[in-house]
């Protein structure tokens, strides 16, 4: 057997061996390899991100502009992430994995190849970088629900919480060093180094895993294979809606580092070299909050842990917007970056634990739909009200939906346990 749920067979004992602490997870010969490619065109992707928003902010001057950016990258989750998440669950999760970073690799090695053939003053505006933008949001809702419904098939059952919070360290990472990364590279080299290095980071992500020996099916029962099905679920488990609300809601917090810095790195007299500094400052937050994410997870419990995350994510936004200076914005955004990983890697745990196996690619979808597809809404009205009105004031309202939804996630309202299957599909196991 390939693959890496590793059930003993009925004469072996019955006692599961321990599971694995993070470092030997790490150096596992399918998770390991899978990390490091995860992260490589992770920290791509956020490079394509910031650099991205500082071209559309100086061929356009326009917050809103550089919201239209978030909103053709991630507007595709709305549309799409569904059937993708269908796919996911009836065909080979690790070969459409593959097709999404290709094709995202595409998206913006295209841009690169634009803008060293005509260089930034021969764009016609900033259009061209939506348009690589919506490609690479086509690769992100091609690939993303195959690549989080892997991650149970990456290691035994009674590791999935360690591997989940595992998972989220490249997005943490990235967010760190991706930006910073971008930032000096395009202010060095210019941007189309810049999306070249992007383009080749998801291309390296393929080589890695092509080989990797995985199980990459889903485990069925023959129950419903629809698109609905996924969401017939929520009536079976509400807490699972829930949890998705909350990730809706980490999405729109989010969405700042991305679509307001350069408004509030101008508002500062400052320009793209502090926009990467206040982006790597949220991504060195969340990545700091990784070192004591488990004594938390353990002292307050998972359900605890993900409304302490959204309590710190609100009120490093609502800070951020307020405070007088860079120096007190970077701390602001290195405590809402702590607070996005707490309540992220809770939250998605907690989501992972309740899923049949055979649902999963389609209720992930759902969470792609939530964290990503919730980005494109979120930066069009917060780069409207950015300009209309003024950074602060859009910061403020990001962290009011925050921390509505810290209340609406409260541990008491996740206790429930589904009721028994009704839709096709067996209950969680």
Known sequence: MTGRNRTPPSHAATVPPAPRGSFRLLA?????PFFVGKLLSTAGIWIHNVVAA????????????VGLVSVAQ?????IFAPLSGAMADRGDRRRQVVLGRVIAAAGSGGLALWIAVVGVDGLPGAWPVVAAALVVGIGFVVGGPAMNALIPALVRPNELAGAVALNSVPFTIARAGGPAIGAVVAASAGPATAFAIAAATN????????????????ETSGGDRRVRAGLAYLRQDRAILLLLVGVGAIG???????????SLSAGFGQGSTLVGVFASSFGVGAGAAFLILGTLRRRIGLPRLGTLGLV???AGTAATGLAPTPAIAIGALLVGGAGMTMSLTSLSTQ???????????RVMALWSVAFL????????????VADALTPLVALLCVAAVVGLAAIWCRPARLAARPTPAGAGVGAPG
């Open 373 to 384: 597809g919730s980005r494109p809404v979120a930066a069009a009205v917060n780069g409207a």
């Open 252 to 262: 729109i917090g989010a969405d700042p580092v991305i679509t307001l810095t350069p």
């Open 312 to 314: 710190l994510l609100a």
């Open 54 to 65: 500082i071209l559309a902010f100086e061929l356009s001057g326009s917050a809103f502009v």
């Open 203 to 218: 291309l390296l992500f393929v080589a890695i895993l092509l080989p990797l020996r995985v199980r990459s099916r889903a």
């Open 74 to 78: 991630f507007g595709p989750q709305l």
């Open 351 to 361: 989501l992972q634990q309740r899923l049949p196996d055979e649902l999963r690619g």
């Open 28 to 32: 596992d010969p399918v998770f390991g």
